[in-house]
């Protein structure tokens, strides 16, 4: 058995900087510049009522189906709450040198997000744009809290997989929308994220070889207790069961698109040198696993019948 030493979180940012650097350096090569407005059908777009005048929101003004534009407005909310995001990984991981430069280049990338979506959900009526405000006043009156906030690896972890998971949910919302545009839209969306989880893997990978034991427990207690960043939304219980019915976003896609490809590629389960945390951390993941497994596969089932009874 390893002895355990235990390097400290401004060792971990120090140690991680040249990593940084690096990763910037390939992400800047690989993220393609995009604009928001080139995604958005504007001349569908009529004035609404209020101090113009024009015709209030009615719910047949789109024919997108519910589910999905339930799952637009989670989506929009959670990419609306960007500040609360950027204070806690600021925060966390300075706004000096290269981790300072990360954090800005993210930040704004994220923020075009919300942009796009928000401009499309409002030309194309797809959503009612009171009820929208309301829920973003309401959700970023709240604010986001990093449930890991004062651990770099824990935070690594966590971002590793929630950019995977909203790159998911975004593409999948996009095709569940039946619009081509739309699709078309979430599907650049989840491009930007897909570089982001690539971004924190590749940093997470680096603290493996650091500090294995201490990137194991942050990997194992993040699997543990993850929640979706917008998991604060007003009424997201009942709309995450919606998008889960949906096969938007389920738990069966959580554990084996979102977790396991990126568990492959740390080869969590072939890391060594562990010391008694470490490994007992180890097979909390691998247990935990095979909860989400069983969970999802029960879920599944009541899904499967659930169709079957309303196809009767
Ligand atoms: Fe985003
Ligand atoms: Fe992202």
Same mark, same amino acid.
């Given at each position: 058995m390893t002895v355990s030493t235990t390097v400290s979180q401004t060792a971990l940012l120090v140690e991680l900087e040249p990593v940084v650097a690096r990763n910037l350096d390939r992400h800047l090569s690989l993220a393609k510049e995009w604009f928001p407005?080139?995604?958005?059908?504007?001349?569908?777009g009529r004035t609404f009522d209020g101090p113009l005048g024009g015709e209030a929101w009615s719910p047949t003004d789109s024919t997108i189906p519910d589910v999905a534009r339930t799952a637009l407005i989670v989506n929009l909310l959670t990419e609306d709450n960007l500040p609360s995001y950027h204070h806690e990984i600021a925060t966390l991981f300075?706004?000096?040198g290269a981790w300072g430069t990360w954090v800005h280049r993210w930040t704004a990338e994220e923020g075009r997000h919300g942009v796009a979506i928000r401009d499309y959900l409002t030309v194309t009526r797809a959503v009612d744009p009171v009820a929208l405000e309301r829920a973003r006043m309401t959700h970023m009156s709240e604010g986001y809290t990093n449930a890991? /906030?004062?651990?770099v690896l824990h935070s690594l972890a966590y971002v590793s997989f929630q950019e995977l998971a909203t790159r998911i949910s975004h593409r999948n919302t996009g095709k569940a929308t039946g619009d081509p545009a739309c699709e078309a839209l979430l599907a650049r969306v989840a491009a930007d994220e897909n570089l982001h989880m690539v971004f924190y893997r590749n940093l997470l990978a680096a603290a493996f070889e650091l500090a294995p034991s201490q990137a194991m427990r942050a990997v194992a207690d993040v699997v543990a207790d993850f929640q979706m960043p917008?998991?604060?939304?007003?009424g997201f219980a009942r709309k995450s069961v919606a998008i889960a019915l949906a096969g938007i976003y389920d738990l069966r896609q959580h554990r084996d698109e979102v977790l396991q490809p990126v568990l492959r590629q740390w080869d969590v389960f072939n890391v060594? /040198?562990?010391?008694a945390d470490g490994q007992a951390a180890q097979e909390q993941l691998a247990a935990q696993l095979d909860t989400l497994d069983r969970a999802a596969s029960r879920f599944e089932e009541k899904r499967d019948a659930r169709a079957a009874r309303l196809a009767r």
């Open positions: 407005h080139e995604y958005v059908p504007w001349s569908e300075g706004r000096d890991h /906030g004062d651990e917008g998991n604060g939304i007003e060594t /040198g562990l010391d």
